[in-house]
């Protein structure tokens, strides 16, 4: 749930967030006289590789700090005609709150701001009612709307080194549907010659929902937070095969390293990720594809013998 910050909360977690950050920072600030502290902090994210964003207001910037600024060579700095919204958004954390980064700000004034935050912060007050530890995903997407807008009416005055290299492009900034269609071209290089698509038709509504039809021939395999194995044949002739598999659920259900496997109705098999499994460790780039791909193609040999049997 989303975490109250007074004068003192935000003196802390505004540089914990640039200290924090992996690869990509957007900080929105009207008027800006950079502490020692906060300086320093935006040079060791520098030196880690991180790219930012700093978008000021128009003709507030003295050239001391416009100077300090454009020493960090991984940095976009740009200025707005009259933003007057302060934000600090990172891979994990989005802070709105009262405070510029204004050193006179830190030692005199009233402020006050709020904390969302997509990971556990390591606070007692950080679940809500229903347990969970994040915050909801659709309050990230609202606020990401008016950042992008921001940044589209700001004025690029400095390119940083990895805009210059690879164009301006941060993965933070992509909306929910353009991360889908990213994960959907992902899939489809792993798979190779099956082609997914989405799933229009999904009733959860989520973007990340894909489909595959005829994965193998009358399979469709429909991908949310699961796997779907959906046999597009009568269901009287699924039967035998069901009946024979459900008194061997149990071994069955871990049978496949790394997922959880259920089969509780006839013409559809449930593959899940079993999060818990070591093998999902510290997985990069599409190597999480990869072995979702096994998984599934696992489940298919399993199902092709007597999936024969029943098409002949």
Request: proline share 2%.
């Amino acid at each position: 749930m989303p975490k109250f910050l007074n004068t003192k909360g935000l003196i802390n977690w505004i540089p914990k967030i640039i200290n924090e950050t992996e690869r990509e920072l957007v900080i929105i600030t009207p008027y800006m006289q950079l502490s020692d502290t906060i300086y320093n902090c935006l040079l060791n994210a520098n030196k880690r590789g991180v790219e930012t964003i700093i978008i000021y207001r128009e003709n507030k910037l003295s050239d001391k700090e416009k100077a300090k600024l454009l020493a960090i060579d991984n940095l976009n700095l740009m200025h707005h005609p009259n933003v007057h919204s302060k934000c600090y958004y990172n891979e994990n954390y989005l802070l709105i709150a009262s405070m510029n980064l204004y050193e006179y700000s830190e030692k005199n004034n009233r402020e006050m701001g709020v904390l969302l935050h997509k990971i556990d912060i390591e606070d007692n007050n950080s679940r809500d009612a229903w347990g969970k530890i994040n915050d909801d995903e659709q309050i990230f997407e609202e606020a990401l709307e008016e950042i992008l807008e921001i940044k589209n009416g700001a004025e690029l005055e400095k390119m940083s080194r990895e805009t210059i290299e690879e164009g301006f492009e941060m993965e933070i900034l992509k909306t929910k549907k353009e991360k889908a269609e990213d994960r959907l071209k992902q899939f489809n290089k792993v798979f190779i010659h099956k082609k997914f698509v989405f799933d229009n038709e999904c009733k959860l509504g989520d973007e990340n929902s894909f489909i595959c039809k005829s994965y193998i021939d009358k399979v469709d395999i429909k991908v949310t937070n699961r796997f779907e194995f959906c046999f597009n044949v009568d269901e009287n002739k699924l039967n035998p095969s069901f009946q024979y598999y459900k008194n061997q659920k149990k071994e069955l259900e871990f049978k496949f390293e790394g997922f959880k496997f259920y089969w509780n109705m006839p013409n559809v098999i449930y593959l899940y990720v079993d999060g818990k499994h070591r093998i999902w460790e510290n997985t990069i780039d599409n190597m999480d594809i990869e072995i979702k791909k096994r998984g599934i193609n696992e489940v298919i040999e399993f199902i092709k013998p007597w999936w024969k049997q029943i098409q002949l």
